[in-house]
């Protein structure tokens, strides 16, 4: 039976380690499916332009995310049939190896199927891995631990990013594939390291019944609440701020990022000794105070100091919510949990997107702004009952 870092011994310190063999062997499936998905992300629709598909763009984002939330939902049954193993190199496979035949062809209907089947496969490699991470932390430090996976999968995504537009400038689009194919291929040769199966305490825990179990569905809803503002701010920021403040709008985009990254961090390590209960509200209601400032999209200052208050609050939002579901949940419950946390999340930026784009052209940007921090404080009710509850265990 493969050992964990829940079974090791406490350091000198009586605190178990953290940093383990398998977590670094985790660590690059993580790198490797975070490198290979956001080097595409933004390519997929220039190629779709530059190969005459203009119209697969939206088309081909959609599908890719479309095919990310339905993967979420179904991947704890493929965990639970298949094992951690076998669900991950499905993910990085059904990520990378499409990615090699992208450039075969520029229609529509090519680009659309090569962007649900990558899809699919982060799905995959998202859930299984979240869950499969959450198994090699040890629960006394869970929430400095997922702070520190969401550094190791931060830096890549914030660097592959633009990293794949420049690229694409420079040496096109076949190789660009190329590399985001190898990013996550390459990363198979971690997974047999890891674990296959933990060993499974309590009753499985399935999707719907954690969509009806308060425990869970609270803080999902909270932290679906915030995601909401995450995807506006990056998809609308650039065209709400004055063109003439190009430089404002790259430091925000920067320091929001930033900020939710050091939040995640602090609250892991504020939750593991306090409890991740009490952070939830002050994490929501930060967030929403940060997107009302960024109302003032004339000031520049605003701006700045809106989004780095929106990454702190977002960022303690993430943490807080993700370390109380899994503390409420036995580790047969560890794939819903990771299952439910993301689709909040890729769900909560999608819907927050769209509607604010129809929103905006109604009223505005900075009543639109406003307006969404409005409706991320409807969370508080949720919040508020989930900080009652604590850590109830269902």
Do not use: K
């Not at 990056?234 to 430089?247: E, H, N, R």
């Not at 939040?263 to 390590?269: D, I, L, S, V």
């Not at 209601?285 to 960024?294: E, M």
């Not at 036995?330 to 769209?354: E, I, K, Q």
């Amino acid at each position: 039976m493969t050992t964990t870092t829940n079974s090791q011994a406490p350091a000198a310190g009586g605190r178990p380690p953290l940093v383990t063999r398998p977590l670094l062997l985790r660590f690059v499936s993580v790198i490797g499916a975070s490198a290979s998905f956001y080097l595409l992300l933004s390519v997929v629709p220039l190629y779709a332009r530059a190969s005459g598909g203009g119209n697969a763009a939206g088309p081909a984002t959609g599908a890719l995310m479309l095919a990310t939330v339905v993967g979420e939902l179904a991947t704890p049954r493929f965990v639970t049939r298949f094992g951690y193993r076998r669900t991950l190199v499905a993910g990085l496979v059904l990520l990378g190896a499409p990615a090699l035949v992208l450039t075969a062809s520029g229609g529509t209907v090519w680009i659309v199927a090569v962007c649900l089947v990558r899809g699919l496969g982060f799905a995959l490699t998202i859930v299984a891995g979240g869950a499969l991470t959450a198994a090699l932390i040890p629960a006394e430090r869970r929430g400095e631990g997922l702070a520190l996976v969401g550094v190791v999968s931060g830096v890549p995504s914030l660097v592959a990013l633009p990293l794949g537009v420049w690229l694409v400038a420079h040496v096109g689009y076949a190789p660009v594939a190329v590399v985001a194919a190898v990013a996550a291929l390459a990363a198979i040769v971690a997974v047999p390291g890891l674990p296959d199966r933990e060993p499974v305490s309590g009753r499985p825990v399935g999707v719907v019944a954690g969509l009806r179990t308060p425990d869970l569905a609270r803080p999902a809803a909270v932290f679906g609440a915030t995601a909401l503002a995450a995807g506006i701010i990056v998809t609308f920021l650039p065209l709400a701020v004055p063109s003439t403040s190009v430089g404002v709008v790259a430091s925000a985009l920067f320091v929001q990022p930033a900020a939710a990254t050091a939040a995640r961090w602090a609250a892991g390590r504020y939750g593991d000794r306090h409890g991740p209960s009490g952070l939830v509200l002050p994490g929501l209601l930060v967030a929403a105070a940060g997107v009302l400032l960024v109302a003032l999209t004339g000031s520049p200052t605003a701006v700045v100091a809106g989004v780095a208050l929106f990454g702190t609050g977002f960022g303690a939002a993430q943490n807080a919510t993700l370390s109380l579901m899994y503390a409420r949940v036995p580790s047969s419950g560890y794939g819903t949990v990771s299952a439910l946390w993301n689709f909040a999340y890729d769900a909560g930026m999608g819907v927050g997107a769209v509607g604010f784009g129809a929103l905006a052209g109604r009223t505005g940007y900075p009543l639109a702004f406003a307006l969404t921090a409005v409706a991320m404080l409807t969370a508080i009710v949720p919040a508020r009952r989930d900080r009652r509850h604590g850590h109830a265990t269902p």
